[in-house]
């Protein structure tokens, strides 16, 4: 459901390979347009994980590659 300011509520998680959720970089209602997240990946392997950002415009997912 969409905000009063142009805002939608936002979910950005990471997930590992095997589908388990590793971190939750974002959650609630998120103002309209580019933001930028951290992502304190510190305990975590080198390798590729996938980042997932679920709003109410739909769901899109990416591939980022950790390297420690």
Same mark, same amino acid.
């Given at each position: 459901?969409?905000? $009063? +300011?142009?805002? $939608? /509520?936002? *979910?950005? @998680?990471? /997930? $590992? &390979? #095997?589908?388990? +959720?590793? @971190?939750?970089? =974002? +959650?609630? #209602?998120?103002? @309209?347009? *580019?933001?930028? &997240?951290?992502?304190? @990946? =510190?305990?975590? =392997?080198?390798?590729? /994980? ?9 769901? =899109?997912?990416?591939?980022?590659? &950790?390297?420690?």
């Amino acid at each position: 459901q969409g905000g $009063d +300011e142009g805002g $939608d /509520y936002n *979910t950005v @998680a990471v /997930y $590992d &390979l #095997m589908g388990r +959720e590793v @971190a939750l970089l =974002a +959650e609630g #209602m998120q103002p @309209a347009g *580019t933001q930028t &997240l951290r992502w304190a @990946a =510190a305990g975590l =392997a080198s390798g590729v /994980y996938l980042v997932r950002v679920q709003s109410a415009g739909g769901v =899109a997912t990416r591939t980022v590659t &950790l390297s420690q």
